[in-house]
């Protein structure tokens, strides 16, 4: 399948980190935090929230992405992906 692909930096605004945590549960491993109780939860919302915080803090290019764009035709069908590298 013929296509490109375009590899830039994306720059996240402290907002999207911000909404992070939804994405996160929604992630991969969405089935292992549905598994936990409220309490591992919430410490586990709390953990990854000021660990988040701290490396926004620690370095200002926590907020920065290296992503790949990967553009193909297959028929009249087109597929765009992106993923973080």
């Not at 994405?23 to 491993?29: E, I, Q, S, T």
């Amino acid at each position: 399948m013929p296509g490109d692909m375009i590899a830039e930096t994306v720059r996240f605004s402290p907002e999207d980190v911000a909404d992070s945590w939804s994405a996160h549960v929604r992630g991969p491993h969405r089935q292992a935090v549905a598994d936990l109780t409220p309490d591992q939860l919430a410490a586990l919302r709390t953990a990854y929230t000021e660990a988040v915080q701290q490396a926004m803090s620690d370095d200002d290019s926590f907020l920065d992405a290296e992503v790949i764009y990967a553009f193909g035709a297959a028929g009249l069908a087109t597929d765009i992906v992106a993923c973080r590298i």
